[in-house]
């Protein structure tokens, strides 16, 4: 019996985040650039690159608790926006999960409003917008409102949107203390992507009003250039259950993959991120021993699993003209671990696990 399809969240990019948010409102929201936020009690990650040893830029950051946790939990993605790096791949990205006790979070909230003299209404402005307490059911497992409701991304004409975005020039900013063992570069200015919230819709209704004209078009101009039989691929990519098992998909060039991944994507061109914990992630190749050799958390020892991953959409957010600052990639896969542990008291990030695929044909995304 085929296993039952984990739901998966797509997130889209929405408005920029304003000014230098704080608080829950800052942490408690998912978002793309900027800088990291960080959880009360624990450290904001500042990684650098092990290459060229400079500090990596925040890509995503991921408000993620799991249902049934006590635990808050955030993910931040960096990656090294230097083009001699892009070479490095998995050495010039990180993935970190920080994670803290709501109950700690809100003595935290207690002890500032009495420093500070704030009220509640200044402590979460804005939070109810961005996904901080109760705003919808989650799917089952996991609790994602990494924004706002997916009934606003309707109205919204996201292509348009896209052509807008840009990079923010770097700006020196007054970083928290380095988490232990992390390392910082010596220069005081952090390599920052011009940051916009993320907003959350269902895959399953997403489709229902997004156009695949566009994604037709370009495995047209594919099939056309590269001699292949788009038929037929397509015909044995739809007649497969979602138990498939990828070593099965393996043709020549990799096409069948490739075209899998175009079909599923074609309902909502301008995703950005995929999420399903636990679920099965979109290769964009034919995946290698590193997916099924994955290692083990470092602090447990429990195996980790599928989380998230990067879309080629977001490509084309994360670059600049005039600083040569960019990212390139296909689609990056993020494990992280399955108990989601966090060791008492602890006040550091730790560190996950990434995977990442390259663009078989970058021409396709642009």
């Known amino acids: 019996m085929a296993a039952v399809r ?33 959880l009360p009690a624990v450290a904001a990650p500042r990684p650098v690159c092990e290459l060229c040893r400079q500090p990596l830029a925040l890509v995503v950051q991921v408000y993620c608790p799991l249902e049934g946790s006590p635990f808050h939990r955030l993910l931040h993605v960096f990656a090294c926006p230097r083009p001699g790096c892009a070479s490095g791949r998995a050495r010039s990205w990180k993935v970190f999960r920080s994670q803290c006790l709501q109950m700690r979070e809100k003595e935290t909230q ?12 200044d402590w979460c402005e804005g939070a ?24 606003s991304a309707e109205d919204r004409d996201w292509p348009a949107q896209l052509q807008d975005l840009r990079l923010q020039d770097t700006v020196p900013d007054a970083a928290p203390p380095v988490p232990p063992g992390e390392g910082m570069a010596l220069p005081s200015v952090l390599p920052q992507f011009r940051p916009y919230y993320i907003c959350v819709v269902e895959e399953d209704d997403y ?33 497969s259950d979602g138990d498939e098992k990828y070593e099965k998909t393996i043709i020549k060039s990799g096409d069948k993959m490739f075209y899998k991944f175009m079909k ?44 998230f991953q990067l879309m080629p959409a977001l490509v084309s957010i994360l670059r600049s003209a005039n600083l040569g600052l960019s990212v390139e990639f296909g689609t990056i896969l993020i494990y992280t671990c399955e108990k989601s542990c966090w060791p008492q008291n602890h006040q550091t990030p730790v560190e996950e696990f990434c995977i990442i695929q390259e663009d078989p044909d970058e021409l396709l995304f642009k």
């Open 6 to 38: 984990k739901p998966v969240l797509l997130g889209l990019r929405d408005t920029a985040v304003p000014g230098c948010p704080t608080g829950l409102g800052a942490w408690t929201a998912s978002k793309l650039g900027g800088v990291p936020d960080a």
């Open 110 to 121: 207690d002890a500032q409003k009495q420093e500070d003299g704030l009220t509640a209404e």
């Open 128 to 151: 109810d917008d961005w996904g901080s307490d109760g705003e919808e059911v989650p799917p089952p497992q996991v609790i994602s409102d990494f924004g706002n409701d997916s009934s």
């Open 207 to 239: 489709g229902d009003f997004v156009s695949l004209d566009h994604a037709q078009s370009l495995l047209r101009e594919y099939q056309q250039r590269e001699g292949t039989d788009m038929e037929q691929l397509l015909c044995q990519s739809l007649s």
């Open 264 to 307: 599923r994507i074609a309902a909502c061109q301008e995703q950005i991120l995929r999420y399903s914990w636990s679920g099965e992630p979109l290769f964009l190749t034919c995946p290698t021993s590193e997916v099924t050799e994955l290692p083990a958390c470092s602090h447990c020892g429990i195996r980790r699993i599928f989380e």
